[in-house]
């Protein structure tokens, strides 16, 4: 079955330590997003992809550094820089076109610095 | 730019009564327009869409919206809610231009009571 899959699912760090988070897709997307969600706040986008090699800044990006060699990996490093890191990840992608920006979601993955 | 805004942050309901979730967004073009819905510690996944033509959209689990643009806006609906739908929903929107990539509202947990 076609999707997507992000791992870890729970990541518990210390402060100062990096993180990478891993999103891997098999629906043949060109495009994929990085998305933080807090309570109350709804998603906000950190970075997206619209092709191998290049990636764009969202609205929050700082603390946050992205690749994308492959299609089929967006990985996401959540520095030491980052002030607040503790939240829920979610990456996604979708087809160039049509460009509608139907998003297709992981399950998510839980980062709680200590 | 674009933005959403959803008006109710919690809205409780009592099973079998119908229930409305509340979207308005913001934008100077023309736009497409989306409900996910998230399960706790899920990722998010597609409701319903509007992409063009009729401004009745049917979607899953028997939820519908009707987009007014005059209002801009895309409120969701049930006729008879189930505890099942007790979850947290998001509208997005989609401008289709510049940096291709879904801006969510804050979302609406539902809680359905027995």
């Known amino acids: 079955d076609g999707g997507i899959t992000q791992s870890p699912k729970y990541l518990f760090r210390k402060e100062g330590q990096n993180v990478t988070l891993s999103c891997e897709q098999n629906?043949?997307?060109?495009?994929m997003y990085w998305y933080r969600q807090d309570p109350g706040q709804g998603l906000r986008l950190i970075y997206y992809?619209?092709?191998?090699?290049?990636?764009q800044k969202g609205d929050i990006a700082e603390g946050y550094s992205v690749s994308r060699e492959k299609k089929e990996s967006f990985p996401l490093t959540v520095t030491s820089a980052q002030k607040n890191p503790t939240a829920f990840y979610l990456c996604?992608?979708?087809?160039?076109?049509?460009?509608?920006?139907?998003?297709?979601f992981g399950e998510g993955s839980r980062l709680t610095v200590l | 730019a674009q933005s959403v805004t959803q008006l109710d942050s919690q809205v409780p309901v009592f099973e079998e009564a119908p229930v409305e979730l509340r979207c308005n967004y913001s934008?100077?073009?023309?736009?497409?327009l989306f409900w996910y819905v998230q399960y706790p510690n899920q990722g998010l996944q597609l409701l319903l869409k509007?992409?063009?033509?009729?401004?009745l959209v049917k979607g899953i689990n028997g939820f519908e919206a009707e987009f007014n643009k005059s209002q801009t806006s895309f409120h969701l609906r049930k006729p008879s809610v189930h505890i099942s739908d007790t979850a947290e929903y998001f509208c997005?929107?989609?401008?289709?231009?510049?940096?291709?990539?879904?801006?969510f509202g804050s979302g609406t947990r539902l809680q359905v009571q027995p």
């Open positions: 934008s100077s073009v023309s736009v497409y």
């Open positions: 509007y992409l063009s033509g009729s401004t």
């Open positions: 992809s619209q092709i191998v090699n290049d990636f």
């Open positions: 629906l043949n997307h060109d495009a």
């Open positions: 996604a992608s979708s087809i160039s076109q049509p460009n509608t920006g139907e998003l297709f």
């Open positions: 997005a929107v989609n401008e289709g231009t510049g940096r291709r990539a879904l801006t």
